[in-house]
């Protein structure tokens, strides 16, 4: 799958997020002053080789972005070496060097491996004098772990494609750790491709695991098999404490988020500051989910006895309104929320099938006023979505009921269908026929007249075109003009089928015509029947009584008069 456009290429979307992430992380941490290339593109390239470098740094050591970029040694004398990381707790050090590529294409050759050799060489050898002042800053940690006998050494390739190594380029590798073993010191191998920096920068922006504690009164149930469980009484109060100290992040395997003080959600408040004996009985319980349980008994260790569950990777699945509400509560009333309880229902997913968290989720909230759109917030689909709009762009995308707009700079909403268009019908006709010569055709007023018309046809204009509109039937034509229910528009078109139908008049019977596409058949149904359609121009106006029609074509109108 391809992603942005870089220099007229497609670049891989996978190498388009973790590049994007390398700018937002280290941008204004690792020192560029030494690149001069004139060209943009190449000073980009070559910072983003020191960026994987400083990635690497810490997915290997768990340190801060400053503390990574700290290790970055690149430049003129590194000998191969981009990276020097070290860890915390061991004598234990990574020697990185790093490949960038925009089309995730980087390779690791022998010529780049026997540079890599020869700077390790260089560090046995304590030649530290030789290498770049950004080296210099490190040397002291680098010759205190040279120097223990149980020193660990590896050397890291970290490179923005597959990672594959020809035989040769290992063999060069393999006879340095020969060289380099003997008498307690280790050295090897690792090779970090473009796939564990894309996982990387999922992993940072994915949302860090909770860890709740739970206090159960006497009469609290639990179960072994086939998955861990409690069901129990848990005070309102150890519930606001958790919202207040988690935020939405409890929510964060809800379909849902809090939607705020909602009629219902004043109902709850109202309920634990004004009534909190009764809350239990007249609400709902919530339920969590976690990774882990972990029991502190009080005193005797027995089912039913008091107890504080600690749990971690925790979520509440069902009950945010609650969770929230008894928060709001609490801040107006600590004292009444904190004799109201809650059914709480504590599952542990350990050991359990993929998804099963997610068939939770969706059971418990099965249920009244939920909207089935709110289900999509568990689906994986829309967890990729976010991850690739925030990596891809930068965004937040927003897809669950009750998240807070991003601000706009970061806003990426979810799409919502247009509404259905709304056909409105008219609540008055638009007749053309009135005899007020004081209202002329043209003038906006309905019932609007022509001068010029004649007194058996109101409907004729001067031009003595008649306009469908007329006798009162609610129906403006496609032929009049847009504010004049008299005035016909002029047809841009060759002649058409006009069609008679009958009705009513002070003088008679009328004929009014509407036009027949082309390609149909000329036909149409009136009063008394189906009757014959003619090609032309202009329609026909025929009395009932005297059977004569008025038209520019007299031979043709007296066919269609007979045929009447």
């Given at each position: 799958m ?11 979307r ?5 590049r ?6 280290f ?6 002053d030494?690149?001069?290339?004139p ?8 910072f983003l ?16 972005p400053?503390e ?12 191969g ?10 004598t ?10 925009d ?13 890599l050799?020869?700077?390790?060489k ?13 080296f ?22 970290a490179?923005m ?14 006879e ?5 073993e ?21 992993e ?6 909770i ?13 072994d098999?086939p998955y861990?469980?409690?069901y129990?009484?848990?005070a309102?109060?150890e ?45 709902n ?10 029991e502190?008994?009080?005193?005797k ?6 107890v504080?569950?600690?749990?971690t ?13 008894a ?11 904190a004799?109201?309880y ?6 542990s ?20 006023h ?8 568990i ?5 990729r ?5 925030k ?7 927003v897809?669950r ?14 799409w ?7 056909v409105r019908?008219p609540?008055?006709?638009?007749p ?17 007249r ?8 109101p ?7 008649p306009?469908?509109s ?10 009049c003009?847009p ?9 841009p078109t060759?002649?058409?089928f ?8 002070a ?17 149409a149904?009136?009063r008394?029947?189906w009757?014959?359609c003619w ?17 520019p074509?007299?031979s ?9």
């Amino acid at each position: 799958m391809s992603g942005n456009t870089r220099g007229g290429r497609r670049i891989p979307r996978e190498v388009h997020q973790v590049r994007e992430a390398l700018l937002r992380e280290f941008d204004g941490l690792i020192n560029v002053d030494d690149i001069t290339h004139p060209d943009p593109v190449e000073r980009q390239r070559a910072f983003l080789s020191r960026a994987l470098a400083a990635k690497a740094a810490r997915r290997l050591t768990d340190c801060t972005p400053e503390e990574a970029a700290a290790t970055v040694i690149d430049g003129e004398h590194d000998f191969g070496i981009d990276a020097v990381a070290f860890s915390a707790a061991a004598t234990e050090m990574w020697l990185i060097q790093a490949k960038w590529s925009d089309k995730g294409t980087a390779g690791f050759n022998t010529e780049a491996a026997n540079k890599l050799v020869r700077g390790l060489k260089k560090l046995d050898n304590r030649d530290f004098d030789q290498f770049n002042e950004r080296f210099q800053r490190l040397a002291d940690r680098v010759q205190s772990v040279l120097n223990s006998h149980t020193c660990k050494v590896v050397l890291v390739v970290a490179v923005m494609g597959d990672g594959r190594l020809s035989t040769e380029t290992v063999d060069i590798l393999d006879e340095a750790r020969q060289d380099f073993e003997g008498f307690g010191r280790t050295i090897e191998h690792q090779v970090m491709s473009s796939a564990e920096f894309h996982q990387a920068v999922r992993e940072d922006i994915a949302p860090q695991p909770i860890s709740l504690s739970a206090t159960m009164a006497t009469g609290w149930h639990h179960r072994d098999t086939p998955y861990k469980a409690y069901y129990g009484l848990v005070a309102a109060d150890e519930l606001a404490r958790w919202y207040g100290e988690k935020g939405d992040a409890l929510y964060d395997r809800n379909v849902r988020t809090s939607l705020g003080l909602t009629s219902v959600n004043q109902v709850l408040v109202e309920s634990l500051t004004k009534d909190p004996q009764n809350f239990w009985y007249l609400h709902n319980g919530i339920t969590v989910i976690c990774g882990s349980i972990t029991e502190h008994f009080f005193a005797k260790r027995a089912v039913g006895e008091p107890v504080r569950l600690e749990l971690t990777d925790a979520s509440v699945v069902n009950g945010a309104q609650t969770v929230t509400s008894a928060h709001r509560a609490f801040e107006q009333n600590p004292e009444a929320v904190a004799d109201a309880y809650v059914t709480v229902r504590i599952i542990s997913v350990k050991d359990s099938p993929e998804g099963f968290d997610r068939d939770i989720t969706e059971a418990t909230n099965t249920q009244n006023h939920m909207e089935r759109r709110d289900f999509i917030a568990i689906d994986e689909v829309q967890s990729r979505i976010r991850e690739d709009f925030k990596l891809s762009l930068d965004k937040e995308y927003v897809f669950r009921r009750g998240e807070l707009d991003p601000p706009p700079s970061a806003a990426a909403r979810s799409w919502k269908p247009p509404r259905p268009w709304r056909v409105r019908t008219p609540t008055r006709p638009w007749p053309c026929g009135s005899r007020d010569p004081a209202n002329p055709c043209g003038s906006g007023a309905p019932g609007a007249r022509t001068p010029g018309c004649s007194a058996d046809s109101p409907a004729r204009t001067k031009s003595g075109v008649p306009c469908s509109s007329c006798g009162g039937c609610g129906r403006r034509s496609t032929r009049c003009g847009p504010r004049s229910p008299g005035v016909r528009r002029p047809s841009p078109t060759p002649a058409a089928f006009w069609c008679r139908t009958s009705s009513s008049s002070a003088s008679g019977r009328r004929v009014s015509t509407s036009p027949i596409p082309h390609g149909k058949r000329p036909w149409a149904r009136s009063r008394t029947g189906w009757r014959r359609c003619w090609l032309s121009s202009s329609p026909w106006w025929i009395t009932s009584s005297a059977r004569t029609a008025t038209s520019p074509a007299r031979s043709r109108a007296s066919r269609v008069a007979d045929s009447w």
